[in-house]
T-cell receptor, first 104, second 112 residues
Framework: KNEVEQSPQNLTAQEGEFITINCSYS?????LHWLQQHPGGGIVSLFM???GKKKHGRLIATINIQEKHSSLHITASHPRDSAVYIC??????FGKGTHLIIQP | DGGITQSPKYLFRKEGQNVTLSCEQN?????MYWYRQDPGQGLRLIYY???????QKGDIAEGYSVSREKKESFPLTVTSAQKNPTAFYLC???????????FGPGTRLTVL
């Protein structure tokens, strides 16, 4: 069974700061998923990656297959980025999420 | 509009009653998933189906049952055997196994 760990569990930052959320997993996977969950519960898929790096707007996701580690970065953070960010191994086993608050 | 729907948004049931949660998608996706979310626990997989008439247990399948008779539909029944059924239930679908998942809005079940 894959064990997925995220850090930090909670993160509060000021608007404009560079944000990094980390995810590690214990067993090799086909793809690592990053999700965003807003208050109210709705979940949106941000990235699915199996190697290297992907970028979408101010969001960047990287993965190191050998290290079994992925990071999600947010550049020029904004209060609307406040949400819970969740990583998942193959979309089947997920971490507990990182609760991000961006203060104006 | 293509998407994935869950109904109802809020559901209340008495202890000991079975209840079925609906999940429908018109994205022509082969794979569908059910997750449970509790505060501080993240998403936990209950069941998933990669194709019609086939499904696999996830990490917390005890007390739940599913069916996949149609590609578009993957209903979840929470049985009276589930010890602590009050939770937020999310359904998702993907074009195939391990592909990007699209999530429904969720059903918040409260058992009184």
């Amino acid at each position: 069974k894959n064990e997925v760990e995220q850090s930090p569990q909670n993160l509060t930052a000021q608007e404009g700061e560079f944000i990094t959320i980390n995810c590690s997993y214990s067993v090799g996977i086909s793809a690592l998923h990053w999700l965003q969950q807003h208050p109210g519960g709705g979940i949106v898929s941000l990235f699915m990656l199996s190697s290297g790096k992907k970028k979408h707007g101010r969001l960047i996701a990287t993965i190191n297959i050998q290290e079994k580690h992925s990071s999600l970065h947010i550049t020029a953070s904004h209060p609307r980025d406040s949400a819970v960010y969740i990583c998942g191994a193959d979309g089947l086993t997920f971490g507990k999420g990182t609760h991000l608050i961006i203060q104006p | 509009d293509g998407g994935i729907t869950q109904s109802p948004k809020y559901l209340f049931r008495k202890e000991g009653q079975n209840v079925t949660l609906s999940c429908e998608q018109n994205l022509n996706h082969d794979a569908m998933y059910w997750y449970r979310q509790d505060p501080g626990q993240g998403l936990r997989l209950i069941y998933y189906s990669q194709i019609v008439n086939d499904f696999q247990k996830g990490d917390i399948a005890e007390g739940y049952s599913v069916s996949r008779e149609k590609k578009e539909s993957f209903p979840l029944t929470v049985t009276s055997a589930q010890k602590n059924p009050t939770a937020f239930y999310l359904c998702a679908s993907s074009i195939g196994a391990y592909n990007e998942q699209f999530f429904g809005p969720g059903t918040r079940l409260t058992v009184l």
